[in-house]
């Protein structure tokens, strides 16, 4: 989908964000962000989908400060508080009655994760808030079905400790079926790479590839050569998240997207709200 | 007060909003919007007040559009559904115990109210969650004490539709005291003109002033001659609002400040989080 207007004002805010976190000084602070909104001010927002969008600040803030990764150390931070909840999630799937539903539950309630620090109290409470939540759209009698038809599987992963929440889910799948999990080739946002794959042992369940990716989405025309083919003959593929949605929503494919709704503008589009809570299947 | 990088992002976003509202095309929205991100990009954010700041944003909008007032017709809508509480709120302080508390608790409510479309039911509902909700400052017995040595109040306002709530209140100021209302001398957002004060009969209730202001904000030295008389001569001055908030904080005068506290980034110089409802002295 094309990005809004309002794009624009909230990548301005994400950089400010970015900025108070990893500078220090007030003044190069302004100075950066000066450079970004100048950036921006040129951009011709209506012709790229909003990770598109997002990446010209990025791009400008890593320019500036030489930082490559501006979401090094939260990432981190996330998947080991993320990691220590582990067992409990596992606990969760195992006592369900329907424990594939409830991993794909436990997996949207990872997308709801953000990248500040949280602490094992306000996961579990987000995690329980998510599972007593109603979906806004749930196709998961489908999913279920397509499950029994697919052989390989292509999940594309969204963020840093979400992803131990995905791991959940993936271990769940491959009792059936063969699982790839994709991550993004350059530091993003708070996306997942393959060090974090590493990190919370994903790399030891499944197959985990790189998509080819350097912004918040994921354009299959765009991906590498093994994401290309993988993405072909996949019969499924779970995408991750907002940016994944925006960037994957107009594909012919068979794609489940599990995520959060975050963005208010984005229900000008599809009829969401921000806040809810989401299983949908491509059209 | 002085602005925060934050305040650029929310003044990009409200520009995205009035440009939504009043400009039909969205190629020349984003062409305006492209104008007002490049003038932003080079204010020195720390050199002034966010309303100071958000002139910059409003003047190039106007001087695009060549629309003088930009919330013409959400402030008209405003009053015309404020006025109809009117008889509600004179009942409410009518049979409070405390009618001069229940009259200021109405003049915060009515600072809730934003310049968007409310049914009478949303209003309501608003005005009563107000009256439920404790103050996380109250200065309201010295408020009560200093009213006591007080001949002339100078009453600063802020917004449309607001402005029924306050003069529900100055209604029983001027039981005791001589009270002067202050409107801003140029459109600005959503804040009072005299046309509004006319509007909703406050011109027949006590004197109303201009205040100098073509930003939505008061600057005690920029104000008018008449303004600046009555600012020195008066022992009491309300202020009504976040923007007389921010840039009235450092005066040496015995200012009660009334407000919503609708930013999260103020939380960092007063301590207050947004969603705080305040009746706070000042130093």
Do not use: W
Not at 40 to 52: F, G, L, Q, R, T
Not at 103 to 125: C, Q, S, T
Not at 145 to 167: C, H, P, Q, S
Not at 257 to 276: E, H, I, N, Q, Y
């Amino acid at each position: 989908m094309k990005a809004f207007l309002e794009c624009i004002s909230c990548i301005i805010r994400q950089t400010i964000e970015i900025l108070r976190r990893i500078v220090r000084s007030e003044k190069k602070r302004q100075r950066i962000l000066a450079a970004v909104i100048g950036k921006m001010a040129k951009v011709d927002i209506h012709k790229m989908s909003p990770p598109e969008a997002t990446k010209y600040a990025h791009d400008e803030i890593q320019r500036i400060t030489g930082i490559k990764d501006l979401y090094k150390e939260p990432k981190k931070q996330n998947n080991r508080e993320a990691l220590q909840l582990y067992p409990y999630l596992k606990r969760l799937v195992r006592k369900a009655r329907d424990p594939l539903l409830m991993a794909v539950r436990l997996a949207i309630a990872g997308n709801i994760i953000d990248y500040g620090a949280l602490a094992e109290f306000d996961i579990k409470h987000t995690v329980k808030d998510v599972l007593g939540k109603k979906f806004a759209v749930s196709d998961y009698k489908r999913f279920r079905r397509d499950l029994k038809k697919t052989k390989l599987l292509l999940y594309i992963g969204d963020n840093a400790g979400e992803i131990v929440f995905d791991r959940v889910l993936i271990e769940e799948l491959i009792k059936k079926i063969e699982v790839v999990f994709v991550v993004k080739s350059k530091p993003v946002l708070n996306d997942v790479l393959m060090e974090d794959a590493k990190m919370v042992g994903l790399d030891k369940v499944v197959k985990v590839i790189k998509s080819g990716s350097d912004f918040a989405g994921t354009i299959p025309s765009k991906g590498t050569k093994e994401f290309k083919e993988l993405y072909k003959s996949a019969e499924m593929v779970i995408s991750k998240g907002q940016g994944n949605f925006e960037t994957l929503d107009q594909e012919k494919k068979n794609i489940y997207f599990l995520l959060k709704m975050k963005c208010p503008s984005l229900g000008r589009v599809t009829g969401f709200k921000a806040g809810d809570i989401i299983l949908k299947r491509s059209r």
